[in-house]
Each structure stands twice: as structure tokens, then as C-alpha cells.
């Protein structure tokens, strides 16, 4: 079967390059135009273009592929059995989307109808979901609504960060694509219960700021979800310090303001939550600087047992 591959990030990549191995023929890839990146703003493709450059595949990037003519003219002349849509980000027209003769099919790492939108894993951690899953879908033209053609369970792992989790769900998303790919003029439809539908926007920078008036646990999972994007961070001295790994602190602690550090240990600080918890930062990236432990941080810092983060 021969096919037209929409997609952007790492993520994708592993579904590519799982339908090459199963001898699938991706006769075109569309994807994001290049952004630009690092200090000297110099345009930096996707990990798909990498890929389809790396494995002599065309590609094409509209600006906005729902006012692109030239997109539709370059799939009708590959003529596609069926396009495939993994983590494109952008909104595909009904004119792409119905063109080959199977239309077209997503991955979306959630069990729709919950968690549709541009963010399902991230949202899923910071919610305290226990499980989420894959989902493959029919598109339409409307947000994540098309029939179900596959479904699987995953358990969120204790501790697990959303990169790894995605990259958990990419490899089982890939393997079920392939599945439904093998049965797809025979695989029966299921409507979504539109009743049941939750939604998982796109993360903003903001929302990765870290309030400590929340409980230890909700702070754990924002650094969990936002973790490498948006990041959660902090405020020091008017210095933006990016969290990357730490912990819900369980033990006994004297009353305390939240925000305020009660330990600075070689495992890392101690601060102060809502409710009475205690947070342990272990590592951090202050702004500027390079990656380093919270308990180097503390030294170089000068930071003690009663200083307060903003």
C-alpha cells in the first residue's frame, strides 16, 4: 500500500520508520516549515525532514496546508491508497483528507474521546491519570472526533515523565498502526460518545510555572508533565531556574510557608508545599547556566533553611 505520512516531532519518527519496515511505500511527507532555533535563529528542520532527507523520501512544508493548493497537487500526483497523521500540527482540510481511497487515519496517544487536543500525555500526568493508551482514529474534520479502528491500554508508570511515556506510547502506537493498516478495508467503526469527551490543549510557557501553595504530588506531576516542554520553573533572585527531576518528600516538618526551603542536603532541597508537604528538588537548570544538581546549586547560591523561593 502506498501512502502519504503527515507528521513533526521524534515521536513520529518511530511510526515512519516502523511502516518502512513493514515494506509500506511512504511515497510523500508533509510536515512543519523549519523553525528557527539556538542563538543565531538558524531554521532548524523537524526530526520527520531529518528523516525523509536521511532515507531520500520527498517532502513538502506548507506554511498553512489549509490555504496551500500546491500540498493537494503534490498528493493527488502521488495519488496515496491512505495518508497517515501522527503529531502533525496543523489542522488538515476535508480536500486532503478524504482524497485516497482508505481517506486517512491518526495516531493519538490517548483513549479518545478522552484527552483530545494537542497535549493528551501531558495532560494525562498532570491529572493523575493511572492509565491512557493509543488510539487509532478515522479524521474528519473536526478535533480528534473521527471513528475508533484501535485501541490500547497503557499504565503510567510511577515517576514516569511525559517524554518517556510518549516515547513508550510512539512504539505501541506504531506496532497497532501497522495492525490497522493490515485489516483496513475490513476493520470495523466505532463512534466516539461525544458525552464523554475531555480536552488537552496545547502547554503554554505559564503553565509551567511552578506555585508552591500546591501540594507536593500536584508539583511532582507538573514537573513530570512540562519536563522537557514547557518546562516548570522557578523564581530566584529574579532568575528563571528550570526543575528537572525531584520528588514528593514524605517525613515530619515543623509549620512552614510555602516556598520556603526547610533542608538543603546533598539529595537536594527541601521546600515548602500547600497542605504540609514537602517537595525535594534534585536536579535544576538555572537560567544561563548549565544542568546541575539542586545541591550544587544551594552552594554556589548560598541558599539555607528558612530562605523563601518567589
Known amino acids: 500500500m502506498n501512502l502519504v505520512f503527515f507528521g513533526s516531532p521524534a515521536s513520529a519518527v518511530y ?17 512543519q516549515p523549519d523553525k528557527l532555533s539556538g542563538r543565531g535563529k538558524k531554521p532548524a528542520p523537524s526530526p520527520v525532514k531529518r528523516f525523509s532527507l536521511e532515507h531520500d523520501i520527498p517532502v513538502i512544508q506548507p506554511e498553512k496546508i489549509r490555504k496551500d493548493p500546491f500540498a493537494l497537487e503534490k498528493i493527488r500526483e502521488v495519488n496515496p491508497e491512505l495518508n497517515v497523521v501522527v503529531a502533525y500540527g496543523q489542522i488538515i482540510p476535508a480536500s486532503i483528507i478524504y482524497f485516497p481511497k482508505h481517506n486517512s487515519i491518526n ?14 500525555v501531558q495532560w494525562a500526568i498532570l491529572n493523575g491519570e493511572q ?4 488510539t487509532i482514529f478515522e479524521l474528519n474534520e473536526k478535533m480528534d472526533e473521527g471513528d475508533i479502528l484501535a485501541k490500547k491500554e497503557v499504565e503510567i ?4 515523565y511525559a517524554h518517556e511515556l510518549e516515547g513508550r506510547l510512539a512504539e505501541i502506537g506504531a506496532e497497532l498502526l501497522c495492525q490497522t493498516i493490515d485489516r483496513i478495508g475490513t476493520i470495523p467503526h466505532e463512534k466516539q460518545d461525544h458525552s464523554q469527551a475531555t480536552y488537552a490543549p496545547r502547554l503554554k510557557k505559564e503553565d ?7 501540594d507536593a504530588e500536584s508539583i511532582e506531576r507538573k514537573v513530570r ?14 532568575r528563571r531556574i528550570k526543575i528537572l ?12 510557608f510555602p516556598g520556603e526551603i526547610l533542608g538543603v542536603k546533598k539529595e537536594g532541597l527541601e521546600v515548602g508545599c500547600g497542605q504540609g508537604t514537602v517537595y525535594l528538588i534534585k536536579e535544576l537548570h538555572p537560567e544561563g547556566k548549565k544542568t546541575m544538581s539542586a545541591h550544587a546549586f544551594s552552594l554556589g547560591s548560598k541558599l539555607k533553611p528558612g530562605d523563601k523561593f518567589e
Open 15 to 31: 511510526t515512519l520508520n516502523k511502516i518502512l519496515e513493514r515494506g509500506l511505500r511512504v511515497e510523500l511527507i508533509v510536515t
Open 107 to 120: 495516531v493519538h496517544f490517548s483513549l479518545l474521546p478522552k484527552y483530545r487536543g494537542a497535549s493528551p
Open 131 to 134: 492509565k491512557t493508551g493509543v
Open 157 to 160: 508508570l510511577p515517576g514516569e
Open 208 to 214: 509551567g510555572r511552578i506555585d508552591w501553595t500546591e
Open 225 to 238: 508533565a512540562c519536563t522537557p516542554w514547557p518546562s516548570a520553573y522557578l523564581f530566584h533572585n529574579k
Open 245 to 256: 527531576k525531584g520528588k514528593e518528600q514524605i517525613g515530619a516538618y515543623p509549620d512552614f
